[in-house]
């Protein structure tokens, strides 16, 4: 029996360790096929700015060239503008460099197809099976390069599209840009809609000197005595690409995602109902406030919420913890959208983002990820997923879209995954109270280390934050 070479695409693109499981070798092989896929036509590629990203760039850009597609190269730039871009120009698709909120040793890639969307489970598997298919152009037939830099256009158009109608604040924001590429555009945007801005971490370093890429609780929240000191409104974190966006204010500290999310949800809403898909992590906030604005709240797999978008009609909002896709601005993930769009609603309503914040309803949520081996990581999940279905099964509502979640008659519920892109079990829950929280979270994790210390592992990292 021929074994089953290992699944290329995981939870959102492409991810591994460089060189080991992402190198210059894969991005030939794969750009072969991504040629294939786009019938050979215009392309753009863009990238992050980890210490690899410009290598596997240049392997990918070559290999599709050589393929017969042409390819527009855009160089560092942020993921939101490559996507912009395909939409903007026109273009066949896109691929962007990137390993998002990784540690800085990985690497990896997004597709985007026609109108700026990524692409989907269907086309993710018709590219894996043609990795070692797909075949060079003849020398009559290869593409052609170009460069273009699209920073300009992508200001003015998004500048445009949230345009202050009547400013009544002006806010004082704090924008860390991770050391990535938002810091080209980010700051201008804002600063230009009328915000008082500061840039910190806004040096451009794939090493990720100034913190971790990922822009979680732990990470952030040491900045919350500078915010205080400085007498800011809101602290506005990207990731390493700035797809992700987190949100940290003065009083309230880190923002839960799910209130951001039924922040955007309670405004699109109240221009016209719609259905909105949000991954199977998102809580009872989001839930909430769709169902008060009258519209339905779908549940879909973590990094395939556009998916759900494509699927369901009249769906007004998509998104999952971090990210969101409004499609009055475009079908693609974008960080600086969200920042922007967030400042506009300060200005116009006159109030800071904890004020506006008020009426969004605030549950204790955690989340945990737990160091698995990567060879232990699947048979760990299932012997933990046995041991919860046995437990609960007949106490509480089990669904099993990404991962087992479970929901209890109480409105508390607990989601255990395997992560798509590192060696860890994750562990997300939320609860009426912070004990009862604590308790769910506690009774699953001592299942996952009970599993681990089995097989004679004992975990190198647990990283757990508990928001009240």
């Known amino acids: 029996m021929v074994p089953l070479l290992p699944k290329l695409f995981g939870t959102s693109g492409v991810r591994g360790v460089f060189p080991d499981r992402v190198n210059p070798e894969l991005m030939i092989r794969v750009g072969r096929a991504i040629a294939q896929y786009f ?15 410009k290598a596997l760039s240049l392997a990918l850009t070559s290999s599709l060239i050589s393929s017969g597609a042409s390819v527009v190269d855009l160089g560092l730039t942020p993921i939101g503008v490559l996507a912009w871009s395909v939409k903007k120009f026109n273009l066949g698709g896109g691929i962007y460099i990137t390993a998002s909120h990784n540690p800085p040793q990985y690497n990896g890639f997004k597709v985007f197809k026609r109108g700026g969307v990524e692409i989907t489970t269907v086309d993710e598997e018709i ?27 992508y200001v003015s158009e998004l500048k445009s599209s949230l345009s202050v109608q ?29 915000a008082s801005i500061l840039v910190v971490n806004g040096d451009i370093d794939g090493r990720f000197p100034g913190r971790y890429p990922e822009p979680r609780p732990d990470v952030l929240e040491p900045l919350l005595p500078v915010l205080s000191a400085v007498g800011f409104d809101a602290l506005f974190a990207f990731d390493g690409d700035g797809d992700r966006l987190s949100v940290v204010t003065p009083n309230r500290g880190f923002i839960k995602q799910d209130r951001i999310i039924a922040l955007f949800a309670q405004r699109i809403l109240s221009e016209r ?18 169902e008060d604005a009258g519209g339905k709240m779908v549940l879909y797999k973590l990094g395939k919420t556009h998916e759900g978008f494509l699927k369901y009609g009249n769906t007004v909002l998509a998104a999952e913890p971090w990210k969101v896709i409004d499609p009055r601005w475009g079908l693609w993930i974008d960080g600086i959208y969200q920042a922007a769009y967030l400042t506009k609603l300060m200005m116009e309503e006159g109030k800071n983002l904890e004020h506006i914040l008020n009426r969004i309803p605030d549950f204790p949520q955690a989340r945990c990820s ?19 279905k046995s437990r609960y099964s007949e106490k509480a509502e089990i669904t099993e879209i990404d991962g087992l979640r479970i929901d209890f008659e109480d409105s ?17 829950a939320e609860a009426a109270d912070i004990e009862r929280l604590r308790s769910l979270v506690n009774s699953v994790l001592n299942l996952v280390l009970s599993s681990l210390s089995s097989r004679g592992v004992k975990p190198h990292s647990i990283e757990k934050s508990i928001l009240p």
């Open 127 to 153: 590219i894996e099976e043609n990795l070692d298919r797909a075949s060079y152009a003849s020398w009559s037939e290869l593409g052609r390069y170009s460069t273009l830099n699209p920073l300009e256009d």
């Open 412 to 428: 508390s519920w607990i989601l255990i995954r395997q992560s798509g892109t590192e060696p860890k079990i994750r562990l997300y």
């Open 273 to 290: 109902r719609g259905v909105v898909v949000v991954s199977v992590d998102c809580g009872n906030a989001v839930r909430k406030v769709v």
């Open 166 to 194: 009547h400013s009544r604040y002006k806010p004082k924001v704090i924008l860390d840009t991770a050391n990535g590429p938002t810091v080209l555009v980010a700051p201008r945007i804002l600063t230009d809609i009328g």
């Open 370 to 388: 737990i160091a698995v081996p990567e060879d232990l990581k699947a048979e760990v999940y299932e012997e933990v997923v046995e041991a919860m």
């Open 39 to 53: 019938n050979r036509s215009s392309l753009v590629v863009g990238h992050d700015a980890r210490t690899s990203s």
